[in-house]
C-alpha cells in the first residue's frame, strides 16, 4: 500500500510538472498574442492554425542552437544555474494543495516562502559565473529587488496568517465561501499583485533584464538551452503567482473551473501591465518598497493582529 501511495504521488507530481511546462508554452504564446495586439499588429500567427504550435517551434529551436559558453566563465555553475532555477520554480507548485493522490501539508505557506528566496542564489550565480560585467550588473539588481519584496510578500502573507490562523492554503478557500479577501484588504491585495511583478522581475520592475542599459540582464551570455531554461523558469513563476493571487483574494475554489479562468485572468493582466507601463527608475523601485509598502504591510499586521486579539476576548 505503501508503494503504491508512493508511486501515485511521482505520477501525480510528473502530470502536474508536464501541465505546468505546457502552460508555460502557450502562456508565452498568449503574451505575443496580446502584446501585438497592444501594439496594434497580428502576433505569431504563420505556423499551423493561427500560430498554435508556435511556442513547440520556439522550443526546438531554442534546444537545437548552438551552446556557447563564454571562455571566461565559471564553466560548471554557468551550466547549473538555469536547471537549478527552473527546478526551484517547478519544485514551488508541489505546495499547491491537492485532494487526491497528491501532497497536501499544513506547512505550505512556509514552503513557499522559503522555495522562492532560494531562487535568488541563482540569480546571482547565473550573473557571477557568466564573468562579464553586464550579467553580474543585473544579477545584483535582481538580488536586491528580490530581497527587498520579498519583505513586504511575507508581511502580507503574515497577516492574512493572523486572520485564518493557520499556515495552510486550503484553509484560504475556506475563509472565503461568503467574501473574498480582494473585498475586505484591497489595499493588501494591491502591495501583494506589484510585489508579485518585482519578484517575478517583470515590467515595469524588470531591471534584471533592463535591454536599454544593460543588453539583457544576468542572462546575457546565455544562449541555446540555458536561455530556455531560464526563460521557463521566469513564466513558470508567473503562472504560479497568478494562482496564488487567486488563491488568496479571489476565493480560490479547487473544485471550480472558474478557479483556472481567474488563474488565466491574473496571467493576462500580467502581460497587459508589460504591454502598458514603462520601466520604474530604480531608486524609484526601492522607495516604494522601504517607504510605502513596508509602512503599510506593517500597519496592517499590527491591526490584524490587534482585531484577533480583541474577538478574542469577546469570545473568551
Known amino acids: 500500500m505503501m508503494f503504491k501511495d508512493l508511486f501515485m504521488s511521482f505520477v501525480s507530481g510528473l502530470l502536474l510538472v508536464v501541465c505546468v511546462l505546457v502552460g508555460v508554452a502557450f502562456l508565452t504564446l498568449l503574451e505575443r498574442k496580446v502584446l501585438g495586439y497592444i501594439q496594434i499588429r497580428k502576433g505569431p500567427n504563420k505556423v499551423g492554425?493561427?500560430?498554435?504550435?508556435?511556442?513547440?517551434?520556439?522550443?526546438?529551436?531554442?534546444?537545437?542552437?548552438?551552446?556557447?559558453i563564454p571562455k571566461m566563465s565559471n564553466y560548471m555553475l554557468y551550466l547549473v544555474a538555469p536547471v537549478f532555477n527552473l527546478f526551484l520554480s517547478l519544485i514551488l507548485w508541489m505546495c499547491m494543495?491537492?485532494?487526491?493522490?497528491?501532497?497536501?501539508?499544513?506547512?505550505?505557506?512556509?514552503y513557499?516562502?522559503?522555495?522562492?528566496?532560494?531562487?535568488?542564489?541563482?540569480?546571482?550565480?547565473?550573473?557571477?559565473s557568466s564573468n562579464s560585467n553586464y550579467s553580474l550588473l543585473g544579477s545584483i539588481r535582481a538580488v536586491a529587488q528580490t530581497i527587498s519584496y520579498e519583505v513586504s510578500l511575507a508581511l502580507v502573507f503574515l497577516s492574512f496568517?493572523?486572520?485564518?490562523?493557520?499556515?495552510?492554503?486550503?484553509?484560504?478557500?475556506?475563509?472565503?465561501?461568503?467574501?473574498?479577501?480582494?473585498?475586505?484588504?484591497?489595499?493588501?491585495?494591491?502591495?501583494?499583485?506589484?510585489?508579485?511583478?518585482?519578484?517575478?522581475?517583470?515590467?515595469?520592475?524588470?531591471?534584471?533584464?533592463?535591454?536599454?542599459?544593460l543588453v539583457s540582464g544576468f542572462n546575457v551570455e546565455y544562449s541555446s538551452g540555458g536561455f530556455a531554461l531560464i526563460f521557463l523558469a521566469e513564466y513558470s513563476s508567473i503562472l504560479f503567482m497568478s494562482m496564488l493571487c487567486v488563491l488568496l483574494f479571489l476565493g480560490g475554489d479547487y473544485f471550480s473551473w472558474l478557479f483556472f479562468v481567474k488563474t488565466g485572468?491574473?496571467?493576462?493582466?500580467w502581460i497587459w501591465?508589460?504591454?502598458?507601463?514603462?520601466?520604474?527608475?530604480?531608486?524609484?523601485?526601492?522607495?516604494?518598497?522601504?517607504?510605502?509598502?513596508?509602512?503599510?504591510?506593517?500597519?496592517?499586521?499590527?491591526?490584524?493582529?490587534?482585531?484577533?486579539?480583541?474577538?478574542?476576548?469577546?469570545?473568551?
Open 112 to 128: 513557499f516562502l522559503c522555495c522562492s528566496s532560494l531562487s535568488v542564489y541563482t540569480v546571482m550565480i547565473a550573473g557571477w
Open 265 to 269: 485572468f491574473m496571467s493576462f493582466v
Open 273 to 316: 501591465v508589460r504591454g502598458t507601463l514603462p520601466r520604474y527608475r530604480y531608486d524609484k523601485l526601492m522607495y516604494l518598497c522601504w517607504k510605502s509598502f513596508l509602512p503599510l504591510s506593517l500597519n496592517y499586521l499590527i491591526f490584524f493582529l490587534g482585531l484577533k486579539l480583541f474577538l478574542f476576548s469577546l469570545v473568551v
Open 49 to 68: 492554425f493561427v500560430g498554435m504550435p508556435q511556442p513547440f517551434s520556439d522550443a526546438i529551436k531554442l534546444f537545437t542552437k548552438e551552446q556557447m
Open 97 to 110: 494543495p491537492f485532494f487526491c493522490t497528491f501532497f497536501n501539508f499544513n506547512m505550505g505557506v512556509l
Open 161 to 213: 496568517l493572523y486572520l485564518i490562523s493557520s499556515v495552510n492554503l486550503l484553509e484560504f478557500m475556506k475563509f472565503q465561501e461568503y467574501i473574498w479577501f480582494l473585498f475586505i484588504c484591497f489595499p493588501l491585495s494591491m502591495v501583494w499583485f506589484v510585489s508579485s511583478l518585482a519578484e517575478t522581475n517583470r515590467t515595469p520592475f524588470d531591471f534584471a533584464e533592463g535591454e536599454s542599459e
